[in-house]
């Protein structure tokens, strides 16, 4: 059918007609909101160079939760600042530590808000690597057995999901094992199956202080140029038990998503990670663009290229703006 026969105006014409038409729609519960535990008390504060995000102490959490959950947010996921570092991340399995402490009081305050954890030692090491050093290389096989223990910490306290980010080789096998021996078969693994180096983490690393402190992390985090590689990782930690595939970052990444959509039938996820968040207040701040409709765009963008679950700091004013 050609003009003028067919005329796709005809549902362009108003918001209902337009919405009745719509593919792709966004929902609070496809989120995960971040949040960063830090020591102390009584504490909140704003990450400078991530506005309306905020690190926060445990006794914080449970009138976060609360929030989150009036929101229809069901998802948090958690990064911690230890109070000390170490070579090998010991903070990272402590059974006090931060991150353990957040999970209990989370699951204490607000049962039904689902916790993730992401797993990675680069909080927790005083060099900032996502793995222990030999010979200043981040090696590979000696990082194995603590992230287990890090996963297996997270699933005692109470952790609903965990979700590795070091992209060392085998994790996902090694933390699948760990999990079952210990009767935690029911607890899923989230991989950051393809994680690239980034540089859209930066504001990451001042809110979690996780900087590498020499050299950076293209030892281990994927090269930005390659699609190929992308479907090897995913295929692999498919192998190895994965229950969700992530991407990260999102918005430079939309062919990845895709392509993953539709390789895998696992559920895909995807991080709008900190610089993606970052730009958009920034822009937003000097009236430049109007951040929230960017923030809306850039979501639907990712879902419509394949991701059903989206990791976002922006979950509660979509979420504001989804709820009218
Ligand atoms: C830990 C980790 C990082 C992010 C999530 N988990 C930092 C990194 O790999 O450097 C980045 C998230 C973001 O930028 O929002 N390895």
Known sequence: MVF???????????????????ETRLSPEQFIYPLFIMPGKGKREEVSSMPGVFRMTVDQLGREAKELRSLGLNHVILFGLPETKDPVGSGAHAKDGII?????E???????????????????????HCGVLINKQVDNDATLEILAQVALSHAK???DIVAPSDMMDGRVAEIR??????????????????KYASAFYGPFRDAAECAPQEGDRQGYQMDPANVREALREATLDVDE????????????????????REEFDLPIAAYQVSGEYAMIKAAGQKGWIDPDRVMAESLLAIHRAGADIIITYGAKEMARMLNG
């Open 241 to 260: 038990g994965a229950d969700i595939l992530m991407v990260k970052p999102a918005i430079a990444y939309l062919d990845i998503i895709s392509r993953l």
């Open 100 to 104: 353990q402490k957040a999970i209990k």
């Open 157 to 159: 306290a109470g952790a």
């Open 177 to 194: 094992g760990i999990l079952d021996e210990n009767d935690f078969d029911m607890v899923p693994v989230m991989s950051y199956a393809v």
């Open 4 to 22: 003028p026969e067919y005329r796709p105006r005809r549902f362009r014409r108003n918001a209902q007609l337009r919405s009745l038409i719509r």
């Open 106 to 128: 989370l699951k204490n305050k607000e049962p039904e808000l689902m916790v993730t954890t992401d797993v990675c030692l680069c909080e927790y090491t005083s060099h900032g």
